[in-house]
């Protein structure tokens, strides 16, 4: 309004000049007056010069003061040199501004310059306007503030007519990136006259000073501002313009984005604030008329600028709806300015609600931030922020429930938190529930032991439940597994994550069900268990198990010496080893001996992929290969094993080395090959486990076998099953009596035993045997159990073939076939026998020379030399066996003798029933020996009837 004023004094000064009606002396008039008012460096021409109407061009006051194109001065004349001016019309007035600085016109001559300056004073010192209207036609001010360089065009009408100066104005403001229209009105020019605008344009979101604290720049995009101010003339342009005059005003605010693509943001937004000067203080309160809402949804690269976890980003990206508001009931404004010591503070009380779908989240709080002069923010405070989120998901995860309460404070210097976390948390897929679980935290941040540092850990011990498996294998929880965490504290220095955290000794339970089946509960066995995390740019996880060890009480698995290196970059996805380093089965006597398994990590999140080997500790030489992979999206997988292959020679690897209950097993030459897959999906589990099994020869409990050849497919790991007609063939079986071309159907069950073995079903098993055939069929065998039970059949067994089998050598000969059934026992205690019978079909011959020890017992009773004479030739029309044996070695034999001798009483008929009983060992030692068994031994263990 100065300007306005020197212009007009100027218009004056020209309309005397005017009197002299010469062009030459107006301009040496101009000239002369404006030298002595401070400007020696001014220069005008006058274009036109009448009675009524003056012209001045090329009007410069100097180097970087005011200039105009055109003045042109409309007055009334009075007499010959008196006169009234009627109007003052400027054209491309343009006017240097510096607000807010110690010279904000610094064109202003010196004498006046205090009066300009000095608030309270300028108006009072000001002249009244010789002129009662002033119009300026495209005039520009310059204004250089805060170092932005800003170009206001304007057109103004400024009336005195009723002696109080009303300015009416609009224009353009312009800057880089900025475009804003304005309408502007003030009913006056001195300090108390209120000034109304309006605004309406377009800013350039990168073209903005943004804050140095904020994290990113927006890469582009407008924000569309509709505003209204109302409030009073500054006092002074020395007073910076901030938030000092915002205070004064009353302003609202409409804010339009269409669109505002920052890196990984692209979004449109929407919202009205209005701006109010405090009641009771001095300062301003922003109130929410509209809520804030901002629609879109940033994007996974997010994270180039925001150090956040890849879940957190994901979850980020996913947000559709931003929508901030005053918390109902609030009891004070959204954000109140007041002014402070070193500045301004900002007390905030807000809720924002997010939206991801079907996915919500409520953050609610209260605080205060501090801005000084020279920074944008100082300190912070939150005395209260809540956060409650329900259904969002966490990239594969999926956070069924999350309540978090916490307060804390920052400044440049230190800072501190406290916060409350419990939750729940899932990992979805569509084929069916995924990992679910929950936790409660009690977490403090504060600053680490170095610059830059943060600090983060447990206040106290927490809690953390897995509710739900994946669709993995067809496990299931059947009770949550609990773990409790003992501590764990991260730090973040220069943008690097690091964290631990540690699992409290044997804490971990649960129960895990396979199928349709009772379940497996586990535990952890004392020692600590401990999670290592670190992120810069990529993740990296350690899990160290140490002397912890993790235990399926079901089937007796003890997991140990665990260590798992886990690596997540994105885009390249997942790498790293997993190692253990004992797998043990704590069962006597166990099912396996002692295994590893190492394998390395690779793929991403929703599709992990393994590939390593498993082998036996202290059997280098023992490597199947193995390959896992597992699809988290669709819940399918599969664990492919082998195909390898395993050598067996004595002294070096036995069957026992890898199963420790076939330790009756001595010797082995021969090779297992073993090949299997374990898939799983929407549906049950399928399994398969095929081992191809040649021993060339295998020494058991003094058992010879030779030729052993089977594949068996396994279709349950755990527990232990098979396929139907399972096949088995041996060459030849030695356990005294030679047993040969064995063959037989098998399969394996599931026999609900604790320690998992499974049950043998022998649906068929013959073999060939002195010139006959013995037989098993239907028959059941739990392995792993002390006690069996099996019935063999026996088939036409001939004796001539029998007898020289056992050994027996030439005294005892016979022709015929046996058949009839034993009934066997096995124990720990040894081999029994009930009720086993068998008996010739048809006739025979039986031979059997006692010798010496016959003719001792001839010479004691007449019936005993009859009978040894007639077993010499005996041609027999009935041969029947009862057999007996206890575990200890006690036998009970019973013969059934019907027939004759054609040289013992002119073939006289002779029935015997001849009984041996006790320990017969000696009596069939003897008699493969050819040895003599002993009057005294028959005396005692032989009954005649």
């Given at each position: ?8 004094l ?5 309309l005397a ?8 002396l107006?301009?040496?008039?101009v ?6 008012a401070?400007?020696?460096e001014a220069a005008?021409s006058v274009?036109?010069?009448?009675w009524?109407?003056t012209?001045?061009d ?11 194109g055109r ?11 008196a ?8 054209h491309g007035?343009?006017?240097p501004v ?10 202003l001559?010196s004498r ?7 608030p ?5 010192r ?8 002033v119009r300026i ?10 170092g932005?360089s800003?170009?206001?065009g304007?057109?103004a ?13 609009e ?7 900025v475009?804003l ?7 006056g ?8 605008m309006t ?8 073209e903005?000073?943004?804050p140095?604290?904020l994290?990113?720049r927006?890469?582009?995009g ?5 505003g209204?101010y ?5 006092e002074?342009?020395?007073?910076p313009?901030?938030l000092?005059?915002?205070t004064?005003?009353e302003?609202?605010l ?23 000067s405090?009641?009771a ?10 809520p804030l809402?901002?629609?879109g949804s ?17 979850a980020?990206?996913g947000?559709e709806?931003l929508?901030?508001?005053e918390p109902?009931?609030?009891d004070g404004?959204?954000?109140a300015l ?5 500045g301004?503070?900002s ?9 991801q ?10 605080g205060?931030l ?10 912070a405070?939150?005395?209260r922020?809540e ?5 969002l ?8 429930r ?7 404070a920052w400044?440049r210097?230190d ?18 529930a995924?990992?679910g679980?929950?936790f409660q935290l009690a977490?403090?941040a504060e600053?680490?032991d170095?610059?830059d ?10 809690r ?7 669709p ?7 009770t949550p ?5 003992l501590s764990g504290?991260?730090?973040?220095r220069?943008g690097v ?6 699992v409290?000794p044997?804490?971990v339970?649960?129960?895990?069900t396979?199928?349709e089946g009772?379940g ?8 600590v ?10 993740t990296?996880?350690?899990l160290i198990a ?5 235990q399926?009480s ?6 140990g ?5 886990v ?10 080893s997993?190692?253990?380093g004992?797998?043990s ?6 099912a396996?001996?002692?295994l ?5 990590l ?5 599709r992990?992929?393994l ?6 500790l202290?059997h280098d ?7 896992l992979?597992?699809?988290?999206g ?7 094993l082998?195909?390898g ?13 890898l199963?420790?209950?076939?330790g ?6 021969g090779e297992?090959?073993l090949?299997?897959?374990l898939?799983?999906?929407?549906g049950p ?9 040649s021993?060339?020869e295998l020494?058991?409990?003094g058992v ?8 068996l497919e ?18 030849e079986?030695?356990?005294?009596v030679?047993?040969?071309?064995i063959r ?17 079903d022998v ?10 055939s013995?037989?098993?069929a239907?028959a059941?065998f739990?392995?792993g159990?002390?006690a ?6 026996v ?6 073939r029998?007898?020289?089998?056992l050994g027996l050598?030439?005294?005892?000969r016979?022709?015929?076939r ?8 096995l ?8 009720e086993?019978?068998?008996?010739a ?18 010479r004691?009773?007449q ?6 004479r007639?077993l ?7 041969l ?12 009970r ?5 019907e027939?004759?001798?054609p ?9 015997f029933?001849i ?8 009596v069939?030692?003897?008699l ?5 068994i002993?009057?005294?031994f028959?005396?005692?263990?032989l009954?005649?009837?």
């Open positions: 309004m100065r300007t306005l004023l020197w212009l007009g100027l218009a004056g000064f020209a000049a005017a009197a002299f009606w010469r062009t030459d107006a301009e040496a008039a000239h002369r007056w404006l030298a002595s401070g400007f020696p005008v274009a036109e010069l009448g009524t109407r012209a001045l090329g009007v410069d006051l100097g180097p970087g003061a005011p200039e105009a003045v042109v001065i409309t007055y009334r004349p009075a007499g010959l040199i006169g009234q001016l009627v109007a003052v019309e400027v007035l343009r006017v510096q607000p807010g600085a110690r010279r904000p016109l610094p064109w001559p006046t310059r205090a009066a300009a300056t000095s309270g004073t300028a108006a009072a000001l002249p009244p306007l010789p002129v009662d209207r036609v495209q005039g520009r001010l310059d204004v250089t503030a805060y932005e800003i170009r206001v304007f057109d009408d400024l009336d005195a007519t009723d002696g109080s100066p009303r300015l009416s104005a224009g353009v403001a312009r800057a880089a990136g475009r229209r304005f309408q502007a009105n003030t009913n020019l001195t300090r108390g006259s209120t000034l109304a605004i309406d344009g377009e800013v350039s979101a990168t903005l000073a943004w140095a604290e994290p990113g927006p890469d582009a407008r924000v569309r501002l509709r209204e109302r409030g009073r003339v500054p002074a342009l020395s007073s313009v901030g000092e005059a915002l004064q005003a302003l609202d409409e804010l339009a984005v269409a669109s505002w693509r920052v890196r990984g943001l692209d979004a449109s937004a929407s919202g009205r604030l209005a701006l109010r405090a009641a203080t001095p300062g301003l309160d922003a109130h929410v008329l509209e809402v901002l629609t940033p994007s996974a690269d997010v994270r180039a600028f925001l150090p956040l976890p890849d879940g957190l980003a994901s980020l990206a947000m709806r929508v901030l508001q109902a009931g609030a404004p959204l954000l007041r002014p402070s010591a070193d301004w503070r007390d905030w009380r807000a809720r924002l609600r997010a939206e779908g079907e996915g919500r989240v409520w953050l609610s709080g209260q205060g501090d801005h000084g002069r020279d920074a944008w923010l100082e300190s405070t939150a005395e922020l956060i409650e989120a329900q259904g998901r966490l990239g594969a995860a999926r956070l069924e999350l309540q978090f309460a916490g307060s804390g400044s210097a800072f501190h938190a406290d916060a409350e976390v419990q939750g729940r948390l899932s990992r979805s897929a569509e084929a069916g995924g990992i679980g929950d977490l403090r600053p680490g170095g610059p540092t943060a600090r983060v850990f447990m206040r106290e011990s927490g953390l439940r897995l509710t739900s498996l994946p993995m294998a067809g496990l299931r929880l059947s597994i609990t773990v409790e965490l504290e991260g730090t973040l220069e994550w690091t964290g631990r955290l540690r409290a044997g804490a339970s649960g129960l895990v396979a199928g009772d497996q509960a586990f535990r952890s066995s004392p020692g268990i401990e999670l290592v995390a670190h992120h810069a740019g990529t990296a996880l350690r140490g002397e912890a060890a993790v399926l079901g089937p007796g698995i003890e997991l010496e665990v260590a798992v290196d690596a997540h970059a994105p885009p390249r996805g997942l790498s790293g997993i190692e253990l004992r797998i089965h704590q069962v006597s006597p166990p396996f001996a002692p590893r398994v190492a394998a390395r690779s793929g991403d999140l929703d992990l992929r590939e390593g080997e498993a082998g036996a202290g030489d023992v490597r199947v290969p193995l390959q992979r597992h699809d988290a669709t819940g399918e997988g599969e664990l492919v082998g195909p292959s395993l050598v067996f020679r004595p002294r070096a690897l036995t069957p026992a080395d199963v420790p209950r076939l009756v097993i001595e010797e082995a030459t297992l090959r090949e299997g897959r898939a799983w999906g929407a589990p399928e399994s398969r486990l095929t081992l191809e099994l021993m060339a020494q058991a409990a010879g076998v030779q030729g052993l050849e089977t594949a396994l279709t349950g790991l755990p527990p232990v099953r098979s396929a139907p007609d399972q096949r088995l063939s041996i060459r079986l030695r356990a005294g030679p047993v040969t071309d037989g159907r098998f399969r394996l069950l599931d026999a609900g035993t604790a320690d998992g073995a499974p049950a043998l649906a068929e098993l013959e073999a060939d045997f002195a010139g006959g013995l037989r098993l239907d059941r739990r392995l159990q002390p069996q039970r099996a019935t063999i059949e088939r036409e067994v001939a004796l001539e029998l007898l020289p089998a050598g030439e005294d005892v016979g022709e015929g046996l058949s009839g059934r034993i009934p066997v026992r124990d720990a205690e040894g081999v029994a026998i009930a086993g019978e068998l008996q079909r048809e006739p025979g011959r039986l031979q059997v020379r006692l010798r010496e020890t016959g003719q001792a017992l001839a004691q009773a019936e005993m030399e009859l009978m040894i007639a010499e030739d005996f041609r027999y029309e009935v029947a066996a009862d057999l007996e044996r206890d575990p200890d070695g006690e036998l034999l019973g013969l059934q003798l027939g004759s001798n040289d013992v009483l002119e073939g006289h008929p002779f029935r029933n009984t041996l009983s006790g320990n017969l060992d000696p069939f030692r003897a493969r020996l050819g040895g003599d002993g009057a005294g028959l005396q005692e263990h009954r005649l009837r």
